[in-house]
Nanobody, 125 residues
Framework: QVQLVESGGGLVQAGGSLRLSCAASGRAVNSYNMGWFRQTPGKEREFVAAITANSNITSDADSMKGRFTISRDSAKNTVYLQINSLKTEDTGVYSC??????????????????WGQGTQVTVSS
């Protein structure tokens, strides 16, 4: 079992930045690939970024390249999502996930087994 707890969300003005954190605990947490997804109003859950267990490869959604950066600190069992130049359309709930489903891809929710409860990001104009 793996537990994931997100933090770092909040209310921020457009153009600002946030760093979201996802603290992982449980068995072999550092062996999992990690991903961030978001749920914005009126849209389905959307892939944001993913990172492998050894941080050698990251993957970003094409529409989010340049503003979103994923990283992980294995010593702290924590994955981060840095978001810069926030836009009002970035408002939503951001969730992290852990998984390694070889029959799926890191851009799909089906790749992940464990999910956090999410953290709310609200961007004001």
């Amino acid at each position: 079992q793996v537990q994931l707890v997100e933090s770092g969300g909040g209310l921020v003005q457009a153009g600002g930045s946030l760093r979201l954190s996802c603290a992982a605990s449980g068995r072999a947490v550092n062996s999992y690939n990690m991903g961030w997804f978001r749920q914005t109003p009126g849209k389905e859950r959307e892939f944001v970024a993913a990172i492998t267990a050894n941080s050698n490869i990251t993957s970003d959604a094409d529409s989010m390249k340049g503003r979103f950066t994923i990283s992980r600190d294995s010593a702290k069992n924590t994955v981060y999502l840095q978001i810069n130049s926030l836009k009002t359309e970035d408002t939503g709930v951001y969730s992290c996930a852990a998984g390694r489903n070889v029959y799926s891809t890191p851009r799909s929710p089906t790749y992940y087994t464990y999910w956090g409860q999410g953290t709310q990001v609200t961007v004001s104009s």
